[in-house]
């Protein structure tokens, strides 16, 4: 369903009808509504193509051939607080700015333009800080993300001092699934934003520097967080490695002790086993004992020898 919202420098943010509106919100799901916006203004046929994917670019672009007064295309990746996959939580935000209206696109699944009239409607009194505070609350969400994930990363780390169960392995996979989608498109819609912040009729109609101040300095700690949590990760992964490789050399010192061990009364017995004769002790009731016996005093000093021996030296 379309929504219509009414944008003054006294009113702020309130809903509107359709005979008295300037802010036109649709949803992805209703493909009807999309194309008859799409023919009323005279928009590209794919402006609003891909808005259910992850894998949208994120842009900021003119666009020519409209009866919208000066239209810019812009759109943004917002990620959701939904408990499901990665995939399904980063929904783009599209936005068509002109001079006289505003048109937005958003996922039918959030509820983001409501959130964002809620929180930042009684400051609005532009278009162009309709863009602006969207864009903190889109980098407000992924530094909550981030660090709901730096408590994921700190447990993960623990455990991987202490075990290397598979189960952790697919938490770690998990976690760099996510940091994954999360650095590619924090790094894809970073181009975005500078050319943004770099468009000075935008800064101008914003007039509010210290609000772009805000939004640049969240921006910048977004990017700095998925930095140093990606680095951390990797060298989760590392750590896991390396007790692995541990855990295996401790195995192998064991097995090979053990072989050397039983080699000795193997050989022993190997040589008075030989039928050959001249063996000592091959006529004697007690040879068998005295070969046995000194096969176990051999293997038992051998033992205790690999035992004391220091091998890092």
Same mark, same amino acid.
């Given at each position: 369903?379309?929504?219509?919202?009414?944008?003054?420098?006294?009113?702020?943010?309130? =809903?509107?009808?359709?005979?008295?509106?300037?802010?036109? @919100?649709?949803?992805?799901?209703?493909?009807?509504? &999309?194309?008859?916006?799409?023919?009323?203004?005279?928009?590209?046929?794919? &402006?609003? +193509?891909?808005? !259910?994917?992850?894998?949208? +670019?994120?842009?900021?672009? %003119?666009?020519?051939?409209?009866?919208?007064?000066?239209?810019?295309?812009?759109?943004?990746?917002?990620?959701?607080?939904?408990? #499901?996959?990665?995939?399904?939580?980063?929904?783009?935000?599209?936005? @068509?700015?002109? /001079?006289?209206?505003?048109? !937005?696109?958003?996922? $039918?699944?959030?509820?983001?333009?409501?959130?964002?009239?809620?929180? %930042?409607?009684?400051?609005?009194?532009?278009?162009?800080? @309709?863009?602006?505070?969207?864009?903190?609350?889109?980098?407000?969400?992924? +530094?909550? $993300?981030?660090?709901?994930?730096?408590?994921?990363?700190?447990?993960?780390?623990? #455990?991987?001092?202490?075990?290397?169960? /598979? $189960?952790?392995?697919?938490?770690? =996979?998990?976690?760099?699934?996510?940091?994954?989608? &999360?650095?590619? !498109?924090?790094?894809?819609?970073?181009?975005?934003?500078?050319?943004?912040?770099?468009?000075?009729?935008?800064?101008?109609?914003?007039?509010?520097?210290?609000?772009?101040?805000?939004?640049?300095?969240?921006?910048?700690?977004? #990017?700095?967080?998925?930095?140093?949590?990606?680095?951390?990760?990797?060298?989760?992964?590392?750590?896991? /490695?390396?007790?692995?490789?541990?855990?295996?050399?401790?195995?192998?010192?064991?097995?090979?002790?053990?072989?050397?061990?039983?080699?000795?009364?193997?050989?022993?017995?190997?040589?008075?086993?030989?039928?050959?004769?001249?063996?000592?002790?091959?006529?004697?009731?007690?040879?068998?004992?005295? +070969?046995?016996?000194?096969?176990?005093?051999?293997?038992?000093?051998?033992?205790?020898?690999?035992?004391?021996?220091?091998?890092?030296?």
């Amino acid at each position: 369903m379309l929504e219509y919202y009414l944008i003054d420098e006294n009113k702020k943010v309130i =809903a509107a009808d359709e005979e008295h509106f300037n802010w036109l @919100v649709i949803d992805t799901s209703d493909t009807e509504e &999309i194309e008859q916006v799409t023919r009323t203004y005279q928009l590209p046929e794919d &402006i609003f +193509v891909g808005m !259910t994917y992850p894998e949208e +670019v994120s842009r900021l672009e %003119h666009l020519s051939g409209t009866s919208l007064n000066n239209p810019i295309s812009l759109v943004l990746l917002n990620l959701s607080s939904e408990k #499901e996959k990665i995939e399904r939580r980063l929904t783009p935000l599209s936005f @068509v700015i002109s /001079n006289d209206l505003l048109i !937005t696109c958003r996922d $039918e699944k959030t509820n983001f333009i409501d959130r964002l009239i809620e929180h %930042h409607g009684n400051k609005i009194d532009s278009f162009e800080k @309709v863009i602006v505070y969207a864009a903190l609350d889109i980098y407000t969400h992924f +530094v909550k $993300e981030l660090r709901e994930m730096k408590t994921r990363i700190d447990a993960l780390d623990q #455990e991987a001092r202490k075990t290397t169960e /598979n $189960e952790e392995l697919y938490k770690q =996979a998990d976690l760099e699934r996510d940091i994954v989608y &999360i650095d590619h !498109t924090l790094r894809d819609q970073k181009e975005t934003m500078e050319l943004l912040w770099e468009t000075p009729e935008f800064k101008e109609r914003v007039n509010d520097e210290q609000l772009l101040y805000d939004v640049r300095l969240r921006q910048r700690q977004t #990017e700095k967080m998925i930095l140093i949590y990606r680095d951390l990760l990797e060298s989760i992964g590392d750590l896991f /490695n390396g007790m692995m490789d541990n855990n295996l050399n401790h195995l192998m010192k064991y097995l090979d002790s053990t072989a050397l061990i039983i080699s000795v009364p193997a050989m022993i017995a190997g040589i008075w086993g030989m039928n050959t004769g001249g063996l000592p002790g091959e006529d004697s009731a007690t040879g068998f004992l005295l +070969v046995l016996g000194g096969s176990i005093l051999a293997a038992a000093a051998l033992g205790y020898h690999l035992f004391r021996k220091d091998y890092t030296k």
